[in-house]
C-alpha cells in the first residue's frame, strides 16, 4: 500500500509532448489545468524545449513543471529506445512520481513507457486511448508487436482511459474494453463563445472579404487527416465559387508534399497555409465550414471547438458518432466523391445563420471542468491503494 506521506500526488505524463500543437498534447495539458495543484500535481516529459511561454507559465502556476530528456546523437532506433528508457528511468527516480499517465496511439508505444516507469519502481499507471489508429500503416512486424502487447495491457490490470469507445477498441481490445472508463475530450468553452466582431476583424487581418467563403481545416500535416483529399474537395467548390479561400492550419511531414500537389492542381494561390496558431479560437470565428475528411480519429476535439463557435463540421463517417453534439455536424462517406463533398460544404455555407453553441456543449458535459474533475478524483483513488 502506496503511503501517502506527501501532498500533492506527483503525476508524470508521457506522450504529449507537442504541447500546443498535437491533439492528445492538448487535450493532456487542459485537463490538468483545472484540478487542485494542492491535491495533483502534473508534470509533463519533453523531448525539446516548449517554446510557448504561456504553457510554461500556465503548468507552473498550477504547481507542475516540463521535464526535458534529449536523444541525441543515436542513428539507431533500437539505441534511442535504450537511451530513452535509461534517461526515463533515472528521471522518475529523481522526481518520485506517484503515478505514470501515458498517452497512447497503440499499445506497443503505451508499453514501452510502462517497461520503463516500472524499471524506475512505478507500480501505478494511466493508459489513456485517444485514437482509432490504422493499422494499414504498419508493416506486419508491427502489427504483431502491437497486438502482443495489446495482450500484455489487457492482463497487467492498470486504469484504462479512452475519448471513445473507438479508441478503447484500439488500444486495449475486445477483452478489456468494457473495463475503459470514457473520459469526454472537453474543451474551455469560454474560449470558443462566437463573437461576430472577431469574425470580421479577423477576416480583416487574413484579407478576406466579409461575405467570401471560407473553408477551414485545423490539423496535423500527416495521412490521418487526409489532405490530398481536401485539395480535391478544395478543387471542386472553386468550381462552384472561384472567390473561395481554403485555410488550412497546422504543420507536419506531409506539408510540403501538400504544397506542391497544390501547385499541381492550380489552386495553391487560393489556399492559406498558416502554419501552427495559437489563435485557433480566432481564426474557427473567421470560417464559414469546418472540414474534416479523417482516415480515423479517437475523437476530433478540433470539431468541438468548432461546434462551440457555431461553425458547420462536415466529416468523415471515420469520426466518432459521439463527437456530434450538435445538429452542426454532417458526416459523410470517404467512399462519396469529391463533388458530393463540395456540394455539402456549399449547402452548409449557404444555410448556416452564425450562433454559439457553447451551452449545449456544456450540458453534454463536455466542458473541460467535467472531465478534468473526474481525473483528478481518479488520481486520488489511485493514491489511496
Not at 141 to 147: F, M, S, V, W
Not at 172 to 187: H, L, S, Y
Not at 317 to 340: A, G, H, I, Q, Y
Amino acid at each position: 500500500m502506496m503511503k501517502l506521506d506527501r501532498t500533492p500526488i506527483k503525476v508524470l505524463h508521457i506522450g504529449a509532448d507537442n504541447i500546443g500543437y498535437g491533439g492528445r498534447s492538448v487535450i493532456a495539458f487542459n485537463l490538468t489545468q483545472c484540478m487542485d495543484n494542492k491535491r495533483i500535481t502534473n508534470d509533463f516529459l519533453v523531448f525539446a524545449d516548449v517554446k510557448q511561454k504561456k504553457y510554461i507559465n500556465a503548468l507552473t502556476d498550477k504547481g507542475g513543471k516540463y521535464v526535458r530528456i534529449d536523444l541525441n546523437g543515436h542513428y539507431l532506433k533500437v539505441l534511442k529506445e535504450v537511451q530513452r528508457s535509461i534517461q526515463m528511468k533515472l528521471l522518475i527516480e529523481r522526481e518520485r512520481y506517484d503515478i505514470i499517465h501515458i498517452h497512447a496511439d497503440n499499445a506497443y508505444e503505451a508499453m514501452r513507457s510502462i517497461w520503463s516507469g516500472r524499471f524506475a519502481g512505478v507500480k501505478r499507471f494511466v493508459i489513456h486511448a485517444h485514437t482509432t489508429g490504422s493499422e494499414k500503416k504498419f508493416n506486419i512486424l508491427k502489427r504483431t508487436i502491437i497486438l502482443i502487447c495489446q495482450r500484455m495491457l489487457s492482463k497487467a490490470g492498470y486504469l484504462q482511459l479512452a475519448c471513445s469507445s473507438e479508441a478503447a477498441q484500439y488500444l486495449f481490445g475486445n477483452k478489456t474494453r468494457n473495463e475503459t472508463i470514457i473520459i469526454k475530450n472537453g474543451i474551455d468553452t469560454g474560449k470558443f463563445v462566437y463573437s461576430a466582431i472577431t469574425r470580421r476583424k479577423i477576416r480583416d487581418d487574413l484579407g478576406y472579404a466579409q461575405d467570401q467563403l471560407i473553408v477551414g481545416c485545423i490539423g496535423r500535416f500527416s495521412p490521418q487527416k487526409n489532405h490530398f483529399f481536401i485539395l480535391e474537395i478544395f478543387s471542386e467548390i472553386l468550381k462552384k465559387d472561384p472567390a473561395a479561400r481554403l485555410m488550412l492550419v497546422g504543420d507536419g511531414g506531409l506539408k510540403g508534399q501538400v504544397e506542391v500537389s497544390a501547385r499541381e492542381k492550380k489552386i495553391f494561390e487560393s489556399i492559406d497555409f498558416l502554419g501552427n496558431r495559437n489563435d485557433v479560437s480566432d481564426l474557427l470565428m473567421a470560417m464559414d465550414v469546418f472540414l474534416l475528411p479523417s482516415l480515423y480519429e479517437g475523437f476530433g476535439i478540433v470539431n468541438l471547438e468548432a461546434q462551440c463557435s457555431g461553425l458547420p463540421c462536415i466529416v468523415s463517417t471515420e469520426v466518432p458518432d459521439m463527437v456530434k453534439v450538435t445538429d452542426l455536424v454532417r458526416f459523410v462517406s470517404l467512399s462519396e466523391s469529391p463533388e458530393t463533398w463540395a456540394d455539402k460544404v456549399c449547402t452548409e455555407a449557404n444555410a448556416n445563420s452564425r450562433q454559439g453553441k457553447e451551452k449545449e456543449l456544456i450540458q453534454a458535459g463536455f466542458d473541460i471542468t467535467f472531465s478534468s474533475t473526474r481525473l483528478q478524483e481518479l488520481y486520488e483513488k489511485m493514491g489511496q491503494i
